[in-house]
């Protein structure tokens, strides 16, 4: 192991929240517009990490192209490029057979009701850090109607695509990572058994 200890949970998430806590969040432009705060601050956002289909950061700056044709790496995997590494091996640790390619950073965000859209079946997400509230609600509908999830330091699994899901109001600072495949990324990438920096997994469920 490179970064994390084998058979320790807690203490990799204290290892993962570590890494989490030198980066300087942000929100993309669907983020905001979901969420609207200041992108100022560096203590609250929504940061997508990985690869996008989105070539431009704005009119006068490329995206760095990614190992894929039409494909490009985010501006958080510009500035973070080791993440890349730490996610995968945590994800190689606690779910090895789970199909991933992006990674969905927040910090202190408690996003209002909404769907994946572009997800690909089953999202897992965990939580990290010093906070209260930040439960997350997950809308089964005819399945078993509204659940409420406490993700401090565990993981949880859902369709994010199918069911809606939201997140309480958060006091203190709140950490989450979604390990995620997505629909668009999926159809331009080939050869699933190439990983990637991002962690590309050519595996089904988690078991």
């Excluded at 996610?87 to 991933?100: C, I, M």
């Amino acid at each position: 192991m490179k970064y994390f200890n084998d058979n320790d949970f807690l203490g990799d998430c204290c290892i993962l929240q570590s890494f989490l806590e030198e980066m300087r969040f942000y929100s993309g432009s669907e983020r905001l517009r979901v969420l609207k705060h200041s992108n100022n601050s560096g203590n609250i956002g929504s940061m997508l990490y990985g690869y996008t289909w989105k070539g431009y950061l704005s009119p006068t700056k490329k995206r760095t192209a990614a190992p894929w044709k039409g494909l490009f790496e985010t501006k958080c995997m510009d500035l973070y490029p080791e993440f890349g590494e730490v996610a995968r091996e945590f994800a190689d640790l606690y779910f090895p057979t789970f199909k991933w390619c992006n990674l969905q950073l927040n910090k202190n965000f408690p996003i209002p009701p909404h769907f994946d859209s572009t997800n690909v079946g089953t999202s897992i997400i965990i939580g990290l850090g010093d906070y209260r509230g930040g439960k997350l609600f997950v809308d089964f509908a005819e399945d078993g109607g509204i659940r409420e999830f406490d993700i401090r330091g565990e993981m949880v699994k859902f369709d994010g695509s199918k069911y809606r899901h939201w997140v309480s109001d958060i006091e203190g600072d709140r950490y989450s990572v979604v390990f995620f495949n997505n629909s668009v990324i999926e159809k331009k990438m080939t050869g699933y058994n190439s990983v990637s920096a991002s962690g590309v997994n050519n595996a089904d469920a988690v078991p």
